[in-house]
């Protein structure tokens, strides 16, 4: 029997144009769809972020911490917002 895990939904827009994270904790996630609903925004790890993805673009995940998972404006003070929806690990 497949044990599915719970869902993970979460939205943060930018307030500054230093690298933020959605978690700083350990949060697995099995897959996870990302979203920028505005303003493009680079991804990466802590080390650097040169992943952009265009305001409505988005980018799909799979098995991963989200702590890890690092993105800021491409920008200065072109504020973005970003959703992120994923399964956790059961």
């Known amino acids: 029997m497949y044990k599915c895990g719970n869902i993970y939904s979460n939205t943060n827009t930018a307030s500054a144009d230093a690298a933020r994270r959605f978690e700083t904790t350990t949060v ?3 897959t996870a769809y990302i979203s ?3 303003q ?3 991804f990466g790890n802590a080390a650097g972020q040169n992943y952009t993805v265009a305001a ?3 980018i799909t995940l ?3 911490d989200v702590s890890t998972l690092y993105f800021k404006n ?4 072109v ?3 970003v959703n992120i929806i994923g399964v956790q690990e059961a």
């Open 28 to 30: 697995n996630l099995a």
């Open 74 to 77: 491409t920008g200065a003070g």
């Open 79 to 81: 504020n973005g917002t």
């Open 40 to 42: 493009s925004q680079t």
């Open 56 to 58: 409505g673009g988005s």
């Open 62 to 64: 799979s098995n991963f």
């Open 36 to 38: 920028v609903a505005t």
